[in-house]
């Protein structure tokens, strides 16, 4: 997909700056309820029921919060990642045990790095954090391209991924570079959106 703009990263530094504003102005019982909502719409669907282990996220800058989630699924293997250099490391993590976490070099809270490291091939599904998602299955991030890079690698391109953003964070088209990796689907409080094929169905 092409940039509308002549500077796409340009666009992505306006547009991450706005919708990260109007984001963290969402009420928090407003902010609460579509977690919730949204959450569910995972544990309805058969992507989750087929996963056995997944990868998450802890909430930041008012981004769908998972805890619902984790509280339900309490039966799955959790994995959190943690940022080393330009790279995500993955560890098997229980995220409602805050005794397992710490905050790391951007304020979001992590494992700590002694805790088992997960590979690709023992991971079912990747709920993937966004700024904002498209139809089309791109993401914008922070900018740090963490995600990129990690779905980049041939050993990680085969899992399904799902963006995760309230509603309203679900644009027609963002703003894409080479690099930007696709995703398989994007689910807000409104259910999911399946992009493209993955080796399990929604």
Same mark, same amino acid.
Request: hydrophobic content about 35%.
């Given at each position: 997909?092409? @940039?509308?703009?002549?500077?796409? $990263? %340009?666009?992505?530094?306006? !547009?991450?700056? #706005?919708?990260? =504003?109007?984001?963290?102005? *969402?009420?928090?019982?407003?902010?609460?309820?579509? @977690?919730?909502?949204?959450?569910? $719409? %995972?544990?309805?669907?058969? !992507?989750?029921? #087929?996963?056995? =282990?997944?990868?998450?996220? *802890?909430?930041?800058?008012?981004?769908?919060?998972? @805890?619902?989630?984790?509280?339900?699924?309490?039966?799955?293997?959790?994995?959190?990642?943690?940022?080393?250099?330009?790279?995500?490391?993955?560890?098997?993590?229980?995220?409602?045990?805050?005794?397992?976490?710490?905050?790391?070099?951007?304020?979001?809270?992590?494992?700590?790095?002694?805790?088992?490291?997960?590979?690709?091939?023992?991971?079912?599904?990747?709920?993937?954090?966004?700024?904002?998602?498209?139809?089309?299955?791109?993401?914008?991030?922070?900018?740090?391209?963490?995600?990129?890079?990690?779905?980049?690698?041939?050993?990680?391109?085969?899992?399904?991924?799902?963006?995760?953003?309230?509603?309203?964070?679900?644009?027609?088209?963002?703003?894409?570079?080479?690099?930007?990796?696709?995703?398989?689907?994007?689910?807000?409080?409104?259910?999911?959106?399946?992009?493209?094929?993955?080796?399990?169905?929604?």
């Amino acid at each position: 997909m092409q @940039s509308s703009g002549s500077n796409p $990263q %340009l666009d992505k530094n306006t !547009l991450r700056r #706005q919708l990260l =504003t109007q984001r963290q102005s *969402m009420p928090v019982e407003q902010w609460r309820l579509f @977690s919730q909502t949204l959450c569910q $719409q %995972l544990l309805d669907s058969s !992507l989750w029921g #087929q996963a056995k =282990t997944v990868l998450a996220y *802890m909430t930041f800058r008012q981004e769908p919060d998972l @805890s619902w989630l984790f509280l339900q699924g309490q039966d799955r293997e959790w994995g959190l990642p943690r940022c080393v250099g330009q790279h995500l490391v993955w560890h098997r993590c229980n995220p409602l045990n805050s005794q397992m976490l710490q905050k790391g070099k951007y304020g979001i809270w992590e494992p700590y790095p002694d805790f088992p490291e997960l590979s690709a091939d023992e991971v079912d599904l990747i709920l993937v954090p966004a700024v904002a998602c498209d139809r089309n299955g791109y993401r914008l991030g922070y900018g740090g391209g963490y995600y990129d890079r990690l779905l980049a690698s041939p050993s990680w391109a085969d899992i399904p991924t799902v963006g995760i953003v309230f509603e309203r964070d679900l644009l027609e088209q963002l703003p894409s570079e080479s690099w930007d990796q696709p995703l398989k689907a994007i689910c807000t409080e409104k259910g999911i959106v399946k992009l493209l094929p993955s080796k399990n169905p929604l």
